[in-house]
């Protein structure tokens, strides 16, 4: 089945960039989700991007994909405090007409350091 | 404003005890879903819902049960045989169609077993 890896912690310094990285199994067609999560809260679309594509921007996020790889990334650029947070790759199948299931990775801690 | 609410936010129960989680969206989703989230984990999916009436199993069913009687709600009912449930749940709803059926996300219910 999909599987989905990212790892678990990641510290930044306010005001550098921010790369949280993600590698995914599922060889078909797929939609790849970004999705942040504050402390006892659910979960917040951030982004999405196609497997057609290689590169979603959206004012300070930036998505790059490596197909071949099997590789997503996420760049939070200008890393604010309030940029603290577990921050979860998901990816789902592309299919017509159903409801599908999201794989999550198991997040990544985001703490960002004054 | 629309959105998923779940209830309540904090829930304890005794070992023994089935608990039910609500969880209510007016969205006007077809689709609704219920997560299990545990520290250090991504997300694993417990049961979802096409359209009223109707539930899949996710990849952790066991101990858990559902019913989809209304497009809105869609509770989740812990039963005691599932044998570790306390855990961080989340419900979330989304459309059904061929592209991007974003999955918005409830503000997660705490179930602690005492």
């Known amino acids: 089945g999909e599987d989905v890896e990212q790892s678990l912690f990641l510290s930044v310094r306010e005001g550098d960039s921010s790369v949280i990285n993600c590698t995914y199994t599922?060889?078909?067609?797929?939609?790849l989700y970004w999705y942040k999560q504050e402390p006892g809260a659910g979960l917040q679309l951030l982004t999405y991007?196609?497997?057609?594509?290689d590169m979603k921007q959206d004012q300070r996020l930036t998505v790059l994909l490596n197909k071949k790889d099997k590789h997503l990334s996420l760049r939070i650029a200008d890393t604010q405090t309030g940029d603290s947070a577990i921050y979860f790759c998901?990816?789902?199948?592309?299919?017509?007409?159903?409801?599908?299931?999201?794989?999550f990775g198991s997040g990544t801690q985001l703490t960002v350091l004054p | 404003d629309g959105g998923i609410t779940q209830s309540p936010k904090y829930l304890f129960r005794k070992e023994g005890q089935n608990v039910t989680l609500s969880c209510e969206q007016n969205?006007?989703?077809?689709?609704m879903y219920w997560y299990r989230q545990d520290p250090g984990q991504g997300l694993r999916l417990i049961y979802y819902?096409?359209?009223?009436?109707?539930?899949q199993k996710g990849d952790i069913a066991e101990g858990y049960s559902v019913s989809r009687e209304k497009k809105e709600s869609f509770p989740l009912t812990v039963t005691s045989a599932q044998k570790n449930p306390t855990a961080f749940y989340l419900c979330?709803?989304?459309?059904?169609?061929?592209?991007?059926?974003?999955?918005?996300f409830g503000p997660g219910t705490r179930l602690t077993v005492l």
């Open positions: 979330a709803s989304s459309i059904v169609g061929s592209g991007n059926d974003e999955q918005f």
């Open positions: 969205l006007n989703h077809d689709a």
């Open positions: 991007i196609f497997s057609n594509m």
């Open positions: 819902s096409q359209i009223v009436n109707d539930f």
């Open positions: 998901a990816e789902r199948p592309f299919s017509s007409g159903s409801a599908r299931q999201l794989t």
């Open positions: 599922d060889s078909s067609s797929t939609y």
